[in-house]
């Protein structure tokens, strides 16, 4: 997908949500509609729509400016970085030790573990009674 494609597709996305067409979960699990979201919610929602078309951050931020009360985004943000953290650690938690001295990135260790898995069959086994393609 190309640049203009991504931007599009963020912009679509944010704009459906803002429709206030459907309900939307926020962090404390109530549903609401975009209208009625806290700047935590708001701002995880755009964040996510960013990270999934995978746009720059002039475009992430200029979105956040547009739809949170800029009084409110600092402390959405830091919100969301405790409770992302809180998330990271957990995750790291459920790996095995891989032996460095230094943090390796989550995303490569799971990829790792994941593929070991896919060779060895296991992967298979694990989602035998899911839905799930590998």
Same mark, same amino acid.
């Given at each position: 997908?190309?640049?203009?494609?991504?931007?599009?597709?963020?912009?679509?996305?944010?704009?459906?949500?803002?429709?206030?067409g459907?309900?939307?979960?926020?962090?404390?699990?109530?549903?609401?509609?975009?209208?009625?979201?806290?700047?935590?919610?708001?701002?995880?929602?755009?964040?996510?729509?960013?990270? =999934?078309? %995978?746009?720059?951050? *002039?475009?992430?931020? $200029?979105?956040?400016?547009?739809?949170?009360?800029?009084s409110? !985004?600092? &402390?959405?943000?830091?919100?969301?970085?405790?409770?992302?953290?809180?998330?990271?650690?957990?995750?790291?938690?459920?790996?095995?030790?891989?032996?460095q001295?230094?943090?390796?990135? =989550?995303? %490569?260790?799971?990829? *790792?573990?994941?593929? $070991?898995?896919?060779?060895?069959?296991?992967?298979r086994?694990? !989602?035998? &009674?899911?839905d799930?393609?590998?």
């Amino acid at each position: 997908m190309n640049k203009k494609h991504r931007l599009e597709g963020f912009k679509a996305l944010l704009n459906s949500d803002k429709s206030n067409g459907y309900y939307l979960e926020e962090p404390d699990g109530d549903f609401r509609l975009w209208r009625d979201l806290s700047a935590e919610g708001r701002l995880g929602y755009i964040a996510s729509a960013a990270a =999934l078309y %995978d746009v720059p951050f *002039e475009k992430f931020s $200029e979105a956040v400016r547009e739809s949170v009360d800029q009084s409110a !985004v600092a &402390d959405a943000a830091l919100r969301i970085v405790l409770s992302d953290s809180h998330e990271r650690r957990g995750l790291e938690k459920l790996l095995p030790d891989d032996g460095q001295t230094y943090p390796t990135p =989550l995303i %490569d260790r799971f990829t *790792e573990i994941l593929n $070991e898995s896919r060779e060895s069959g296991q992967m298979r086994e694990r !989602v035998k &009674d899911r839905d799930i393609e590998i």
